[in-house]
T-cell receptor, first 110, second 113 residues
Framework: EDQVTQSPEALRLQEGESSSLNCSYT??????LFWYRQDPGKGPEFLFT???AGEEKEKERLKATLTKKESFLHITAPKPEDSATYLC???????????FGSGTRLSIRP | NAGVTQTPKFQVLKTGQSMTLQCAQD?????MSWYRQDPGMGLRLIHY???????DQGEVPNGYNVSRSTTEDFPLRLLSAAPSQTSVYFC????????????FGQGTRLTVV
């Protein structure tokens, strides 16, 4: 059964303090791994899709990487506006369903 | 460009009542899905559809029905609401197969008393 585990549950950083969020996954063949950002009271907003181990994608202060068992979302020199919940999801090659992890709540203090 | 539109935004039901959560998208997406989000549990997949006339169950389908008669619409029906169905519900759509960017609606906050 496909499974996604995110850690930590919550992370508080000082502005400018870089860190990484982890997404560990178990899936029968990976069709895609997704990262989303969710602000309070809103629907998730797409950030990245990664398709194969070794792939990396960047967007402003965010960089997502992928191995065969996990993905990392690296945040470089974060700003308070980066505060949000970050969600990871996977889709296996043998199924159409997309399964989400429980998310990491990121808080950046000015 | 409206994207994914969910109605209503808020709803209070009594136990045993039925209702339909509406979801419409104007991007001609084949793949649509319904999730519920509870505190500390992330998004859990209820039902999904890979095209008009085709639906399948997700992780937590019990108590919910769906149909997909058109590409644009994917309603979620609660036949007999229970307090355990109190949650925030999100509808999402993406291109065929689902392995691309998904667009989410703004959510429906449902309370069952």
């Amino acid at each position: 059964e496909d499974q996604v585990t995110q850690s930590p549950e919550a992370l508080r950083l000082q502005e400018g303090e870089s860190s990484s969020l982890n997404c560990s996954y178990t899936v029968s063949g990976l069709r895609g791994l997704f990262w989303y950002r969710q602000d309070p009271g809103k629907g998730p907003e797409f950030l990245f899709t990664l398709y194969s181990a070794g792939e990396e994608k960047e967007k402003e202060r965010l960089k997502a990487t992928l191995t065969k068992k996990e993905s990392f979302l690296h945040i470089t020199a974060p700003k308070p506006e980066d505060s949000a919940t970050y969600l990871c999801a996977v889709q296996g090659s043998g199924a159409s369903k997309i399964i989400f992890g429980s998310g990491t709540r990121l808080s950046i203090r000015p | 460009n409206a994207g994914v539109t969910q109605t209503p935004k808020f709803q209070v039901l009594k136990t045993g009542q039925s209702m339909t959560l509406q979801c419409a998208q104007d991007m001609n997406h084949e793949y649509m899905s319904w999730y519920r989000q509870d505190p500390g549990m992330g998004l859990r997949l209820i039902h999904y559809s890979v095209g008009a006339g085709i639906t399948d169950q997700g992780e937590v389908p019990n108590g919910y029905n769906v149909s997909r008669s058109t590409t644009e619409d994917f309603p979620l029906r609660l036949l007999s609401a229970a307090p355990s169905q109190t949650s925030v519900y999100f509808c999402a759509s993406s291109l065929a197969r689902g392995d691309t960017e998904a667009f989410f609606g703004q959510g429906t906050r449902l309370t069952v008393v």
